[in-house]
């Protein structure tokens, strides 16, 4: 953790911000717009010290009956491919009971079709908090978080975890030994001294990225579903 970091934003979150999103004041103190979100503890400070509220949209697709607001997001879905709200604007929610998948990244996201499930992006950890609000809101059979298998997917997991302990992830530990063990040559190294920097808890799933220390992407299952080697998840069209 970088003190130095630290205080020049509470500096200037007491003495500078008026109300600027997250991106302006990252890319006003450190030059880069996405470098406060992409560092856990400057993001929570950040969240913390706002002293206006900022909407957050929340990226949604599903087919399955639900009304935010009034509005049906299956209908929009099936017209517009996905909708968007504001996570603290929720007034009235009508709900059929289903699967939630988070996803940590936009591809699976867009180009995947919901089953019987309410699909959500997560934007890394930038919307921990308001998905957690969101998803509480409603009565679900399973909530899973679809993230790579990294540090960082796992570290998600883990701040996921604080707030719902029943979520799981994908892919769970069975598909990742298969695919550690099959595609070993194709997948990408990790540096695990990465994730002492993150929090992360002690877990099976961890234990099996430090065995193989690879990295699984969203992107390479969605190849292996494409090509009919890996079987695809009941909540995926």
Known sequence: MNE??????????KKEYN??????????LFGDSKYIE??????????????????????????VNLKLNGINIKKLTE????AAF?????????YESSNIIISENLSFFMSV?????????????????????????LNYKRIIFFGD??????????????????????????????VLEKYRDKLMDIDLNKCLTKHIEASELYNIL????????????????AKGELERSEWIG
């Open 4 to 13: 130095e970091q630290i205080v020049k934003l509470k500096s200037f979150m």
């Open 19 to 28: 109300g600027e999103d997250i991106r302006f004041c990252s890319a006003y």
């Open 38 to 63: 992409k560092r856990k503890h400057l993001a929570e400070i950040f969240n913390n010290m706002a002293t206006i509220e900022r909407p957050n949209i929340i990226y949604i697709r599903t087919d």
């Open 79 to 82: 017209r517009l491919h996905l």
């Open 86 to 94: 504001f996570g603290g604007d929720l007034k009235e929610i009508e």
């Open 113 to 137: 079709k919901p089953k019987n499930s309410v699909f959500l992006y997560n934007k890394g950890f930038h919307l921990t908090n308001q998905i957690t609000n969101f998803v509480k809101k």
């Open 149 to 178: 298998f990294d540090c960082q997917g796992l570290a998600i997991l883990s701040d996921f975890k604080k707030r719902m302990p029943n979520i799981e992830f994908y892919p769970n530990c069975r598909t990742l030994e298969f």
């Open 210 to 225: 430090i065995k193989h220390k690879k990295k699984v992407e969203q992107e390479f299952l969605q190849v292996l579903f």
